[in-house]
């Protein structure tokens, strides 16, 4: 009995640290080459509402925010409606940040 205990604990925590979102991609351009900065700014992997803003070389992108009520489309680079958001395949950007 204690090892099928044992055994479902420690299935728990490895199923915990497998579902861990460090990581995770998330979109976020390391800002090293100057066709990021000319772009200026990324989508978000997961969060509809929130974008990467390029504004040093070599300085990775920070995050920005749209507001309420409000998602980033890429498509136009710009905060929209959520009523005029639609979904666009996710790209990744040319570099990513440095450790």
């Known amino acids: 009995m204690n090892s099928l205990y044992l055994f479902a604990v420690c299935l728990a925590l ?3 640290c497998l579902a861990n979102p460090w990581g995770k991609p998330t979109g976020q ?3 090293q080459t100057e066709e990021e900065l000319a ?10 509402n929130q974008y990467w ?9 920070s995050p920005a925010y749209c507001p309420i009520a409000q998602a980033w489309l890429d ?3 710009a905060c929209v409606p959520y009523s005029e958001w639609y979904w ?3 790209v990744a950007p ?3 940040p440095l450790a």
């Open 14 to 16: 490895a199923s915990c």
């Open 29 to 31: 351009p390391g800002c």
């Open 39 to 48: 772009v200026g700014a990324y989508r978000h992997y997961y969060r509809k």
């Open 53 to 61: 803003v390029c504004q040093v070389l070599g300085v990775a992108a």
């Open 75 to 77: 498509d136009v680079k």
């Open 88 to 90: 666009t395949p996710t």
């Open 94 to 96: 040319p570099s990513q």
